[in-house]
């Protein structure tokens, strides 16, 4: 499959700050790509690069063959937005709404009024058509939100967070309504979350974004697959080199390391910095990447045992996203 | 095409906004009631009392002495004569207000019907308002005078032909003479004959004021409200950015400038539509209502050319405040600042001639300063597009400079 976006090197600098620091990556056509990260991981900005709503700072991209800093006004006629926000006139109706975002991409007249009722069918809404959207409920608001960046027929759809503060009805709704237009028209997905769940049911692949980079990039599965059979976090009260090391000999185990503790919270003003303060956790903190946690759950605990050592805390966590990013990060998707 | 989409779904928007219609369209016919009544009475014939005015009769003749009876009986003014020099050294001395000088040629020129000029001088520190009801009395006698002397000119010379013409061509039949009597009455309305001159003298010159208090109200208000769209616009702007949807525009194969041009047209077509509801009001409804009416001048064609260039300073004014203003309350509170503030002090309700002696230079710097002075030339001083070219260019000029500001500062991200 040629690819129908490719990034390469892209950055977006706001003076000192680097909200985007040089990220690469490819969607093929037809692909559903995802991009997985924290809020303020640089995923809109991103996307606000790729769809011309802000000028990179350096690096460059391409859509369908066409640059976007020569040849953007191309670009945008093959990209459609569903930005984060609810971005439509809540005084018109949903139909008012479709038809001026048709007009801006130059459709008139009958093919218009056709492309109107085409997405609003999509999305369910035929009936609730010529209601102000002020009358809509959230999960409905979303759906014509995605219908404006559907009415030209884009090759290529920016869905940014499109599920934000959607009851799981209209969640399961747009769900549908993505594969559907992959499927069945072949449209081109970049779909960015912070819902794991989401990009592990839509996406064929995921770029796992964090503090402007790219940290991990593959298909759902192989991402996954870096943790093997999920991830074991055990509270003890002393943690050597050595007891790492026997821990990772164990059945099951892939690997075992210590948790850095958590870094301290600055200081108020007027602290004094020599105060003694309470430590965030008293216990050391081993992770350990199993192979198979079963096995290694059984085989850690009992080993503990007889070393008797007691354990202050266990936490096991199933394979998924959420817990490769905290493996990869060492923080949370919704921290 | 585009720019014209995003203007029709702008129009749809504020047309739905019962207030903003309310604000836009109705309240400036309510400040005009309000103002024109109570401004208007200040310069009726009824609240005048019986001032005394120095007169100066440089001519002695027939037609000046009829022009005293009138302001001492018809205008309820009390005449007293001076000599010119004498006169002039007690105005100078402030001992009195305000004097009025009858021409040499006061008489002859009326007879032979050519235009002459009554001068109505006031001292700098004269009542404004008094002197503004002098002078609407001066011009009601002047203007009586003017059509009478008019139609006499007219029979005078009609009757003069007639005694030199041969007997078969005796042709001044009643019916002549009566049309000819009714064209001079009509002549009279637009081009009367005497003309009432006001100036103040000052350091710098004279200055000529022939505003009417109350009539200043229509173009003041229709100024006011017309720049209170740029408001409506940089609001637009900003609930544009603030809903998101100001990112899909950006997404859409479009150009900034067809964007920013579509958001600025609704301004021109909201200005343009204020004017015509406000003056419609103006002209015919305060005529109705019984109140003192203004007309659109002599050439109302160049009304319309100076209410387009205010309605371009305007939306130039809303894009920069939108680039200016960084929150909904920032832009209220600009808004109140540049556009009603200065709206207040550009001459709303006040007349220029006041506003030039109050305020000095610094009213120069407002742009609806100009605004008023280019209306107020053309409806209330009869003049025509020649003498207001500077006013069209200043405001032409402030288009410009808040349009590059507000470019230069325009937040598109």
Known sequence: MPAILEVENLTKKYGDFEAVKGISFSVEEGEVFGLLGPNGAGKTQTISMLTGVIPPTSGS?????????????????????????????????????????GRIYGLGGNELKERVEDVLRIVALTDRADQKIDEYSGGMKRRVNIAAGLVHQPQLLFLDEPTVGVDPQSRNHIFESVQRLNRERGMSVVYTSHYMEEVELLCNRVAIIDEGKIIAMDTVKNLIGILGGGMIYIGLEEVDDALLEQLTGLGGVKEAMLVPPPVAPPLAEGEDPEKETEPVTSNPIVKIVAENSQQAVVNVISFLNDQDRPLTSLEILEPNLESVFLHLTGKKLRE | ???????????????????????????????????????????????????????????????????????????????????????????EANDINRMLVIPADFTSGTEQGEQVELTLISHPNADLQETEAVRLVIAGVAGELSLESQILASLRQMGDMQANAPEEYQIFTTDRVLAQARSQFELSQTRPLIEVIETIPSKEGEREIVQSIGLVAV??????????????????????????????????????????????????????????VIFAFGVFGLKWLGLNAPSLGNEPLSVVLVCFVI??????????????????????????LLVWGLGMIGGAFIPIAFLDQFLGPVVKVIPQYWANRALSSLMLRDLGLADVTTEIAALLGFTVLFFLIGLWRFDFD
């Open chain 2, 219 to 276: 173009s003041g208000i229709a100024v006011l409200f017309v720049f209170g769209t740029a408001q409506v616009t940089a609001r637009s702007i900003y609930d544009e950015k603030k809903v998101g949807s100001f990112r899909r525009l950006l997404a859409a194969p479009m150009s900034k400038s067809a964007l920013l041009s579509g958001k600025m047209l609704p301004n021109i077509i909201v200005g343009l539509i204020q004017f015509i």
């Open chain 2, 1 to 91: 095409m585009k720019s014209l989409s995003i203007a029709i779904k702008d129009l749809q928007i504020l047309f739905k906004d019962r207030g903003e219609v309310i604000q836009l369209f109705l309240l400036p016919l309510l400040f005009i009631i309000v103002f024109s009544g109570a401004l208007g009475a200040l310069g009726g014939d009824d609240e005048v009392e019986r001032l005394t005015l120095p007169v100066v009769d440089l001519d002695g003749g027939e037609a000046a002495q009829s022009l005293l009876a009138g302001l001492d009986t018809a205008g309820g003014l009390r005449t007293e004569l001076y000599e010119h020099a004498n006169a002039q050294a007690q105005l």
């Open chain 1, 61 to 101: 991209a391409r859509i369908a063959g066409h640059d976007i800093k020569s040849d953007m006004n191309e670009v945008k006629k093959i990209n459609g937005l569903v930005p984060q926000d609810l971005a439509l006139y809540p005084t018109l109706s949903a139909r008012a709404n479709l038809n001026f975002f």
């Open chain 2, 311 to 336: 309605c371009l300073c305007s939306t130039a004014f809303g894009i920069f405040i939108a680039a200016l203003a960084r929150t909904e309350n920032q832009i209220g509170g600009i808004a109140s």
